[in-house]
């Protein structure tokens, strides 16, 4: 559905979603994706937002890419994540800067961290020419379950996203992470980092974990830990993984699955990971020229070419761009 409302908005469709979870015990839309719907709300003009009376099926028909000033408090059975995730690959095509304020849960195992989307997610930008002036800071950490975590998110306007041509992985040549507790003994930061290096130090030196140990006001309503782990490659290529302490969980295991989970996702190869794919892709139609899924040929009429490389155990993909152009820009 996330996904979905982002097309609608960039591609001008309007969309319907119906059977929204119709044979579950608690039919229809939950409160993080009516949050969702209020957000796009608020970063577009013109919107028009249409739910049935058992929650079951919306309507959508999208406005134009404001950006501005917004302010929003994210229900904890989300992370803020979640919402960040839209106005990433919204962001840039408004109007004028976004400058968007969430308030929540900052890390959690079902979307991604604001850790990481800082220290990667907003770095791919980089690849289509929008990384000048792009910030997110985390003012507050919130761990499940109640959160009151705050994060900033500024990110100015481009008038046209560049191709892409990225087809060399590379080697990974040093991995980054950051260790992070909340309302917990700073010792446990420490923990996780010397857990994660014990896994990675047998396959690359050059590796450093920074501890964020926030207190006070800073450190949210709930304790929590986790950590967030970046690989970059010798040709700019990131890969991620990351993992959030539940209820019991030891600071030595977390850092040490993380490290695993990254290991894993080196395995699989390929210049963007599992998490970070859809936003290339959709950067990739959005391009001029160069740069499958069916959901993006719903919405853009753009086709994919699929050509498995055995070599390397990955897929390149290639499109030719819609040449999108943000009209509310004004031309400089």
């Keep these: 559905m996330k996904q979905r409302l982002v097309f609608s908005v960039l591609s001008?469709?309007?969309?319907?979603?119906?059977?929204?979870?119709?044979?579950?015990?608690?039919?229809?839309?939950?409160?993080?994706?009516?949050?969702?719907?209020?957000?796009?709300?608020?970063?577009?003009?013109?919107?028009?937002?249409?739910?049935s009376h058992t929650g079951t099926s919306v309507l959508f028909q999208p406005g134009m890419i404001q950006g501005g000033k917004v302010e929003l408090e994210c229900p904890v059975s989300r992370a803020v994540g979640y919402y960040l995730e839209v106005l990433v690959a919204l962001a840039p095509f408004g109007k004028e800067q976004l400058t968007a304020t969430l308030r929540g849960i900052t890390m959690n195992n079902t979307d991604l961290s604001v850790d990481t989307i800082r220290t990667a997610t907003l770095v791919n930008y980089r690849h289509f020419g929008l990384s000048e002036g792009v910030e997110l800071k985390i003012t507050k950490r919130g761990a499940p379950p109640r959160g009151g975590g705050e994060v900033r998110f500024m990110c100015p306007v481009v008038?046209?996203?560049?191709?892409?041509?990225?087809?060399?992985?590379?080697?990974?040549?040093?991995?980054?992470?950051?260790?992070?507790?909340?309302?917990?003994?700073?010792?446990?930061?420490?923990?996780?980092?010397?857990?994660?290096?014990?896994?990675?130090?047998r396959f690359i030196p050059d590796i450093y974990i920074y501890t964020d140990v926030y207190k006070g006001a800073e450190s949210g309503l709930s304790p929590g830990f986790g950590v967030s782990l970046v690989a970059e490659s010798t040709t700019g290529a990131l890969l991620t993984a990351e993992l959030c302490a539940n209820a019991g969980d030891a600071p030595e295991d977390i850092g040490r699955d993380a490290a695993r989970m990254l290991l894993t996702e080196i395995c699989r190869g390929g210049c963007f990971d599992a998490s970070h794919q859809w936003l290339a892709l959709l950067l990739m139609v959005l391009g001029p020229e160069?740069?499958?899924?069916?959901?993006?040929?719903?919405?853009?009429?753009?086709?994919?070419?699929?050509?498995?490389?055995?070599?390397?155990?990955?897929?390149?993909?290639?499109?030719?761009?819609?040449?999108?152009?943000?009209?509310?820009?004004?031309?400089t």
């Design 290 to 331: 160069h740069a499958i899924c069916a959901i993006l040929r719903e919405f853009f009429n753009v086709k994919f070419k699929i050509k498995p490389d055995p070599e390397t155990e990955t897929v390149l993909m290639t499109c030719l761009g819609t040449g999108y152009i943000n009209v509310g820009k004004k031309t």
């Design 12 to 51: 001008q469709r309007p969309v319907r979603i119906d059977r929204i979870r119709s044979d579950d015990e608690n039919p229809g839309l939950r409160d993080f994706e009516m949050s969702l719907l209020r957000l796009l709300e608020r970063v577009t003009n013109g919107s028009r937002i249409v739910v």
């Design 159 to 201: 008038r046209q996203v560049q191709p892409l041509m990225f087809v060399d992985a590379g080697r990974v040549k040093r991995i980054r992470g950051i260790a992070y507790a909340a309302r917990v003994s700073p010792q446990t930061a420490n923990r996780m980092v010397e857990s994660a290096r014990g896994e990675l130090n």
